[in-house]
Structures are given as structure tokens and as C-alpha cells.
């Protein structure tokens, strides 16, 4: 009799929870779509607005997965240089490279785009703050061209990094949610025991889709109630052999410049979390850094806005805040 109430008290410990990702690249997530010499204010911005994202976090207590591209660790062009893997990702489409980038714009102009060592170890000083891999090159699963042994080798190169500052691995993020199902078994051989997946609406089942309808659906589920995104702890299923998939369920939009879209973004948010909480389920919030980068003051206004919401749900429900690796945690050990 006292073993069922221990296991009946150990249930009811389980109230859900916020988990927060964020998917930290700065210049190596998006400089095969933008003119990186019209960013350098918006990267700058970046890099100024994460210690106020980690106050934002201290402040509310709140645990988040910083997925960082490898590239980031290293200090120069010189060190970049030094750690080129042995095989890298050969891309139908060059203009995907990292490396093919990196060479042709390497400069101590640069270099404050490409690399944030110090950044990095500030994040892992704060309490609660999991340093993912994004891959090291920012690596993209789904392309033609790229082989398992190059992505092997790419997130073998991600470790190796962290390392370096006594980091350790247990999560990753796929660049732009290019998840490959079979190359789930390499991450796990590595080591990298949780993986955010996407999530299971319709218009996330071809996370490479560019079709008009897709994007009609991915941005018009920002605003208006297209399906339930918070899931019970008996959706974090473990599969032998692989990673836990931990699926995302909402990916935190940058400011609108319309303000009724804006309070509609953040209207959505509230539900979804009041829902998770009310439920005991988890919600997984994604986004960039440098998502704050274009309008940091009203961003930094936004995610407390956010985060006093989900101070409010911790106290009544006592729902919880954990990054990626300690869900994996509750999972592996359940």
C-alpha cells in the first residue's frame, strides 16, 4: 500500500512544463539569404540583446537549450581554419557551404559575426542554460550531395569544440528542422541523447516545403488556433537505440511592425501555455537570437511579457520551466 502512494505522489509531480530552445548562429544560419554587409547593425544588436535574454531568464527562473553552431567556439579565422573536418558536406548547391562561405569572407571585419566564444561561455555560466550543438557548419540533412559520413564528421567537429570549454553534448537541433530520420542512430552513437523534432501539424511534415499553402499555414498558425501544440509527458517516447525526439510546438515569431498582429502572436502564447499548464503537458518555444536583432527593446518586451505568463502558471500550477537535457533526464529516467 505504501509503494502505490509513493508512485501515486511521484505522479502528480508531473505538472508539464515550459521548455525553451534557442537556435544561436548568428552569420552562419543565414548567409545564403541575406547581404551580410547590410546585417552588421542586426547581428551587433544580437549580440547585445543575449545578456539581457539571460537576465530575462534569471529573473523568471528559467531553464533553456542554447543549440550553437559549432563555428561559433572558435576565436578567429585562424582557429576556423585549424578545425576544417576531414570531410565536409559536399552540396549540390555550393552556395549552402559554410566552408565555401567562411573563405570567401574571412577578415577581422568579420569575425564578430562568425564567432562569439565569449558569448558561449557567458551562457554556460548562467544557471540552468544547456549548451546544445546546431551542428558545427550549420549542416543541412535534406540537401543533395551530403553523405552520413560528412555529417558524422561535422558533429563529431561540434563535440570536439565543446570540449574545449568542458561542454558536453546531450542535445541537438537540427538546422532549419531538417530532421533525417536515419541519421538519428549516428547522433546517438555520439553521444547527443535528445533531438527537438518538429512539430506534428501538417504543414511541419516537409520541414524543407517552400509551397505557397505551407507558408500560408505556418505563418497564419501564429495568430489564429490551428490545432492543439502541447503534448503529455506519454508523447516523450524513447525509442531504443535513439535519441529522445521532443517535438517543438511553437516558434516564437520576431516583432510585427502591426501591433494587432503583435498582441495576436502573444493572445496565441498565453492560450497555448494556459492549456499545457492546466493539462500537466509541455510546450516547447523556439527561436534565433537573432530574431531580436531588428527590434531588441520590443522583443526583450515580448519575451516578459511571455515569461511573467508562465511565472503566473508556475505558481498556481506549479507547472515547470527545463531545457532539452533535463527532459531527457525525466524521460530516461521514468
Known amino acids: 500500500m505504501p509503494q502505490n502512494n509513493m508512485k501515486i505522489n511521484k505522479e502528480k ?25 547590410k546585417k552588421r547593425e542586426y547581428f551587433e544588436n544580437t549580440r547585445r540583446t543575449i545578456p539581457k535574454i539571460l537576465d530575462l531568464f534569471k529573473k523568471y527562473k528559467i531553464k533553456a537549450t542554447w543549440a550553437t553552431v559549432g563555428m561559433l567556439f572558435n576565436q578567429n579565422w585562424e582557429e576556423w581554419e585549424q578545425n576544417i573536418p576531414t570531410l565536409i558536406p559536399k552540396y549540390n548547391n555550393q552556395n549552402l557551404s559554410a566552408y ?18 565569449d558569448l558561449i561561455k557567458l551562457i554556460s555560466d548562467f544557471s540552468g542554460q544547456e549548451i546544445a550543438t ?38 541537438l537541433v537540427f538546422p532549419r528542422n531538417q530532421l533525417k530520420p536515419d541519421y538519428l542512430e549516428i547522433c546517438q552513437g555520439l553521444g547527443v541523447t535528445n533531438v527537438r523534432s518538429n512539430p506534428s501539424s501538417w504543414y511541419w511534415k516537409d520541414s524543407n516545403s517552400n509551397s505557397l499553402f505551407t507558408k500560408i499555414a505556418r505563418t497564419g498558425d501564429a495568430y489564429a488556433p490551428l490545432g492543439k501544440k502541447s503534448y503529455s509527458r506519454k508523447d516523450l517516447k524513447k525509442v531504443k537505440d535513439l535519441p529522445l525526439q521532443q517535438k517543438a510546438s511553437r516558434f516564437l515569431r520576431p516583432v510585427e511592425s502591426n501591433e494587432i498582429l503583435r498582441k495576436a502572436k502573444l493572445q496565441r502564447i498565453m492560450q497555448e501555455l494556459e492549456i499545457a499548464a492546466k493539462n500537466r503537458e509541455y510546450y ?51
Not at 508539464?16 to 544560419?29: P, Q, R, T, V
Not at 549542416?139 to 551530403?146: H, I, K, S
Open 284 to 334: 516547447h518555444l523556439w527561436w534565433h537570437p537573432h530574431n531580436f536583432g531588428e527590434q531588441p527593446r520590443q522583443s526583450l518586451e515580448d519575451l516578459e511579457f511571455i515569461l511573467k505568463h508562465y511565472s503566473y502558471l508556475h505558481s498556481r500550477y506549479e507547472f515547470l520551466s527545463e531545457n532539452m537535457e533535463g527532459i531527457g533526464k525525466i524521460i530516461y529516467k521514468s
Open 100 to 117: 565555401e562561405f567562411g573563405k570567401s569572407v574571412k577578415s577581422r571585419r568579420t569575425e564578430e559575426l562568425c564567432f562569439a566564444p
Open 134 to 171: 546546431h551542428t558545427y557548419s550549420h549542416y543541412y540533412c535534406l540537401e543533395p550531395g551530403q553523405t552520413k559520413d560528412e555529417f558524422s564528421w561535422d558533429i563529431k567537429t561540434a563535440i570536439s569544440m565543446a570540449d574545449k570549454f568542458d561542454l558536453k553534448m546531450s542535445s
Open 13 to 37: 509531480k508531473d505538472n508539464g512544463g515550459l521548455i525553451i530552445s534557442l537556435d544561436f548562429e548568428l552569420l552562419w544560419g543565414v548567409f545564403d539569404v541575406v547581404d551580410f554587409n
